[in-house]
Every structure is written in C-alpha cells, then in structure tokens.
C-alpha cells in the first residue's frame, strides 16, 4: 500500500500564495503518477493538477493553469503545489492522489490512493 500525507494548508488573502506537499511512503515504487484535486463544500471532487512520477508529463485544470506549479521530488517521495495569485473559488479541501499506471488522468476514480486532505481557506 502507498500512504499519501498533505500539509501546507491554511489561510490566506486573495493574490497571496501557498505551497502544498505530499509525502508518499511504502510501496512509492508502484506509484506511476500523482495528483492534486480539490473539493469545496457541495461541490464534487475537482482535478487540478498531475505529474508523472518517472517522466516529465505534467496537466494542469484550465482554471489553474499559469497560477499553479506542480513539483515532484522522487529523492524525498515528495510532491508539492505551488499556488500562486490566489482566488477565493480557490477554496477547498486539497487532496492528494497517486495511482499505478503512468497516464494522466483528471477523473478522481482513476487514482489508487488517497491523502487525508488540507484546507486551502482564501479570504476576499
């Protein structure tokens, strides 16, 4: 099994930044890809960003592309998300994913594993 653990979240103004992480542990060497998706309350789970754990493919949702910067470190089974110019529709529940194939995927129900989630609050 593959356990996924965020930190990073908190509080911040509209046009500040945060930066998130996730850290893998046990069996990283099955993970293919990983990701971060959000969900605010009400809505359904939302993908945000993906990266491939041994290639260099990134993707990126539409409404963060040029704001968000996904990272990977395979030396520290780390993963991060810079969050920049941040929006208020930008709050929620930040997650991170992680699954056995390589493929990027943006629907939630292609991901194998699953952190606990950090709230990412952002004041107008």
């Known amino acids: 099994q593959v356990q996924l653990v965020e930190s990073g979240g908190g509080l911040v103004q509209a046009g500040g930044s945060l930066r998130l992480s996730c850290a893998a542990s046990g069996r990283t060497f099955s993970i293919g890809a990983m990701a971060w998706f959000r969900q605010a309350p009400g809505k359904e789970r939302e993908f945000v960003a993906a990266?491939?754990?041994?290639?260099?493919?990134?993707y990126y949702a539409n409404s963060v592309k040029g704001r968000f910067s996904i990272s990977r470190d395979n030396a520290k089974n780390t993963m991060s998300l810079q969050m920049n110019t941040l929006k208020p529709e930008d709050m929620a529940v930040y997650y991170c994913a992680g699954r056995r194939g390589s493929v990027l995927h943006s629907s939630p129900n292609d991901y194998d594993h699953w952190g606990q989630g950090t709230q990412v609050t952002v004041s107008s």
């Open positions: 990266i491939g754990w041994t290639d260099d493919s990134i």
